[in-house]
């Protein structure tokens, strides 16, 4: 069974860090592409980050995190890295994990990242 769980959230002033965790399971995730998302309340999910699949992919970064998030990936381990820093209060939001072997969409269910002072 294929599942993906992200950790790593919590609440963080402006400028500070956090590194969100995504670990599959069910699947090598080394062989598929693996997003992250972002869902700010009251909004759509977006794409922030991704990386494909392979020892060190190339990665995609959404305009308004470039610079600032950074995707990684252990394959040994069937882990995605979102590695977050300058932190700002629009980050705010439930973070998602998306991978699609099988070409089927499968998503963890999501890690909440809070920016305020």
């Known amino acids: 069974q294929v599942q993906l769980v992200e950790s790593g959230g919590g609440l963080v002033q402006p400028g500070g860090s956090l590194r969100l965790t995504c670990v599959a399971s069910?699947?090598?995730?080394?062989?598929?592409?693996v997003s992250w998302y972002h869902q700010a309340p009251g909004k759509e999910r977006e794409l922030v980050a991704f990386?494909?699949?392979?020892?060190?992919?190339?990665?995609h970064y959404a305009d308004s995190v470039k610079g600032r998030f950074t995707i990684s990936r252990v394959n040994a381990n069937n882990t995605v890295f979102l590695q977050m820093d300058s932190l700002k209060p629009e980050d705010t939001g439930v973070y998602y994990c998306?991978?699609?072997?099988?070409?089927?969409?499968?998503w963890g269910r999501g890690t909440t990242v809070t920016v305020t002072l």
């Open positions: 998306n991978s699609r072997p099988g070409q089927v969409d499968h």
């Open positions: 069910g699947f090598d995730c080394s062989m598929y592409g």
């Open positions: 990386i494909s699949w392979g020892l060190n992919g190339p990665t």
